[in-house]
């Protein structure tokens, strides 16, 4: 069993149980570290199963017992057939630990089992033990620190909460995926110019963050283009540079076409953030940059006399000569006081806007007429275009007829020649339609034959792109493979530079083959055994078949003699008694055998009980009624205080 422990605690330490140095043997193994084991083992084999079980046993007997029936159910449910319950866990026994372990541990996944039968370095118990305790704090629930327990508090930080913020980073990258070196000036920038990393947030809070952005960014970006190659790539049959490139001008075309098709200035049913196509949102990025031309202004400045000239080209020629009137007569004259003119202004002012609200009414006149024109006109040109229609349909009938009325004074002879020409085209469509056949038959062959190439070929291009496919998730899985295995041929080398040197290989073989030779030897002492018992148990039942016939020929002879003579009479009586004296020492052997057994039974049970610490069970039995006890006692107090 010394082989068998040491297997199972060198499995349990690869699945992130911590187990000391001195521990070599199960009977040493704790409650607590017991629970422990089981509940990494549980998460590692069914990550919902054991997610919510606890790897430590709480101070309360109550949730100790709660946590041991929460174990057992769960061992049950990945399919123990075992008896177990929290008595299992709290009060533990070496056999039935040791084949729950053994359980557990078969249950584990391949790669798991794999990793346990390679030897772990310090850098890589370190890693687990670092990624154990992060999964243990994050399986606890983040509470404020006045809501905190005790225990809690130990795990959970104290310090203030800090909001998330970050900054792009600018980070040296190489190019030996590529192959191609960066260029000169690049190098010397990241060399001269760049800061480090560390230098480059504003505080130091930032850090890991913006590390984690960039980071999360990278590969999510590298996760996009491997779905979009996996997906549209392929089917493009380009490589990846020339997929790119082609990408690029297309996203370049879209760019200029958007361009070019951008107006000069926002209409007023485009200029709303409501608008259709032309409202797009490159299309009004790229009309908030046309302010900068000089006659390109959304908002136009200008001064009152440009104003004022724009106002007036606008105008009627008869309008301009009344108002460079009513502008020359607003002049200030040098008798006038300053009074009287702004009076004649008003004045001037209120006649110019009534000449202005005529001149609207004038405009939305002109306007209203203009629509109803060009409603005419379009029902004008429909009327006519349907009149044209008609004349040009009634123009074809009468000249159909006019031939007609040219052919009726010969009807006869222009019958006789209508026939002739009516057959002449029968016989020219049905020479047609034979030479159509002759060229149709082999046309339609080569489109069959065609139509079924082009179905293989997508047949074949189909079946070479999901082979491709395939084999660009083999090529994926196995450079994982081939890293994974990097690494761990990385650490057996380092472990073995550190292995000391003077053991040696052979011993190792020795042990393994002495082990071997053992088993061996009891198999064959167990046959041999077997043979042996087998041997004595025919030997017996020749020798009670014989014996009960010798009997069956003595007892008729005997029997016979028995009639005539009395001294026979008497041996018959002893020979009977004889037989039912050695039918009572055969049955007292064989009583003694099997009592034999069982005292061999009850001393084995005995050493398994002795082994299962029963007495010392009982006394923490007994520990653990009472703590119950005083808990409740506790809670009912409480209960009437409250």
């Not at 992130?16 to 570290?33: H, N, Y």
């Not at 489109?447 to 090529?475: F, P």
Request: with cysteine.
């Amino acid at each position: 069993m010394e082989e068998v422990d040491k297997i199972l605690i060198h499995a349990l330490r690869q699945s992130g149980t911590e187990v000391a140095e001195d521990i070599q043997s199960v009977k040493q193994f704790t409650s607590e570290l017991i629970v422990e084991a089981v509940v990494r083992c549980v998460r590692v084999i069914n990550p919902a199963l054991g997610g919510g079980l606890s790897p430590s046993l709480p101070p309360g007997m109550s949730a100790r017992f709660r946590v041991g029936m929460g174990l057992a159910q769960a061992c049950q449910d990945l399919g123990y057939k075992g008896e177990m319950g929290y008595q299992t866990f709290l009060y533990s026994n070496e056999p039935e630990i040791r084949s729950l372990l053994m359980f557990l541990v078969e249950k584990l996944p391949r790669e798991s089992a794999e990793a346990s039968d390679q030897p772990a370095g310090k850098s890589v118990v370190l890693q687990r033990a670092i990624s154990a305790k992060i999964k243990a704090q994050l399986a606890l629930p983040w509470l404020p620190h006045n809501c905190r327990l005790p225990l809690l508090c130990k795990t959970q930080s104290v310090g203030t909460s800090q909001s998330l913020r970050t900054q792009p980073l600018s980070l040296p990258y190489s190019n030996k995926s590529t192959g191609r070196a960066p260029p000169k000036a690049l190098r010397d920038y990241q060399r001269d110019v760049v800061l480090p990393v560390t230098a480059q947030p504003p505080h130091q809070g930032a850090l890991v963050a913006s590390l984690l952005e960039q980071h999360t960014a990278e590969l999510s970006a590298a996760q996009e283009w491997d779905s979009e190659w996996n997906s549209q790539g392929l089917l493009s049959r380009l490589t990846p540079e020339e997929y790119r490139s082609r990408k690029a001008a297309r996203l370049q075309k879209r760019i200029q076409e958007q361009l070019r098709s951008a107006p000069g200035t926002p209409s007023p049913g485009s200029g709303g953030a409501g608008s259709g196509g032309a409202g797009s949102d490159l299309t009004q990025l790229l009309l908030s940059f046309q302010g900068s031309g000089p006659g390109d202004r959304l908002l136009p400045k200008g001064t009152h006399f440009t104003h004022t000239q724009k106002f007036t080209f606008t105008q009627d020629p008869g309008l301009l000569v009344e108002q460079m009137a009513a502008v020359a007569s607003s002049m200030p004259l040098g008798g006038q006081s300053e009074g009287e003119l702004r009076a004649r202004q008003q004045v001037e002012l209120g006649e110019l806007e009534e000449q202005l609200q005529q001149v609207a009414l004038g405009t939305e006149r002109l306007s209203d007429r203009m629509k109803q024109m060009n409603l005419s006109v379009a029902q004008v040109t429909h009327e006519l275009k349907e009149r044209e229609q008609g004349n040009q349909e009634k123009e074809d009938s009468l000249q159909v007829k006019r031939q007609t009325v040219e052919l009726l004074p010969d009807a006869h002879n222009n019958l006789a020649k209508l026939q002739t020409l009516v057959e002449a085209s029968a016989k020219r469509l049905v020479s047609l339609a034979a030479q159509w056949e002759k060229h149709r038959d082999p046309l339609i062959q080569e489109h069959r034959r065609l139509k079924e190439l082009c179905t293989n070929q997508d047949v074949e291009s189909s079946r070479q792109l999901s082979e491709i496919k395939d084999l660009h998730e083999k090529i994926r899985e196995t450079a994982e493979k081939a890293k994974k295995k990097e690494s761990v041929y990385k650490q057996l080398i380092s472990e073995l530079e550190n292995l000391p040197k003077d053991v040696s290989r052979s011993a190792y073989t020795l042990r393994i083959l002495e082990i071997v030779g053992n088993i061996k030897k009891q198999k064959e002492e167990i046959t041999k055994i077997l043979s042996d018992t087998k041997e004595l148990q025919k030997e017996i039942n020749n020798l009670t078949g014989k014996l009960d016939r010798t009997f069956a020929v003595t007892d008729e002879l005997v029997f016979k003699d028995a009639k005539k003579d009395e001294s026979v009479r008497k041996s018959y009586k002893y020979l009977a008694a004889l037989h039912e004296n050695c039918n009572q020492l055969i049955q007292t052997i064989e009583d003694t055998g099997t009592i034999l057994r069982e005292i061999r039974d009850l001393e084995e049970q005995i050493e398994t009980e002795s082994g299962n610490k029963t007495v010392a069970n009982l006394e923490r039995i007994l520990e653990d009624y009472k703590a119950v006890r005083e808990e409740n006692s506790a809670l009912a107090s409480k209960v009437r205080e409250g």
